[in-house]
């Protein structure tokens, strides 16, 4: 039965990420990094289109609201909130600069930016990486298995063990929310 074909294949990636170390150490990698930008007064950023879109907003709210306890807030957002900004953009320039041009305006150097496409070749957050990496921001790649060209250009890359676009979503909110924890632990205290 499919229901439960579809249940079994997201397990079967999440099984293969376990089994991963360079998967797990670069987990790790990323949170420490974003819990370094924060202690030195960054923020993150995301961007993503379509369901990666709606992972990077809801990545973006974990760390901008709350994860587990009630805490101050940290500073992240989704670029592509401001539909007025990137429907102007879209329109002026080019759908492929909406977050380039954001993160040029924006980002400083030791913010994180977290570029989230399935197959890696997403070209407006192919650009939004080559910005940040010019600004000297630390860059994050959430992909599928072979990575596209975001493998070539971000510094951290989790590109998930799939090619299956919904297993490769289900999994980049998992490893979303871990770092998500790990980094409220990382900063705050939790309460007793």
Partial sequence: MRIQEAIEQSIAVKQNIIENKVLIDTIQ????EIIKCYKNGGKVLFCGNGGSAADAQHLAAELSGRFYFDRDPLEAEALHVNTS??????????????????????????????????????????????VANDKGMVTIGMTGERGG???????????????????IQESHILLGHIICEIVEAGLFEAPK
Avoid: C, F
């Avoid at 989230?116 to 997403?122: D, Q, V």
């Fill in 85 to 130: 900004y990137v429907t102007a953009v879209a329109n002026d320039y080019s759908y492929n600069d909406i977050y380039s041009r954001y993160v040029k305006g924006v980002g400083k150097k030791g913010d994180v930016l977290i570029g989230i496409s399935t197959s890696g070749n997403s070209e407006n957050i192919v650009r939004a990486l080559n």
């Fill in 149 to 167: 060209k975001m493998k070539e250009i971000a510094h951290y890359l989790l590109n998930v063990p799939s090619n299956d676009t919904p297993r």
């Fill in 29 to 32: 990698k990323i949170a420490d």
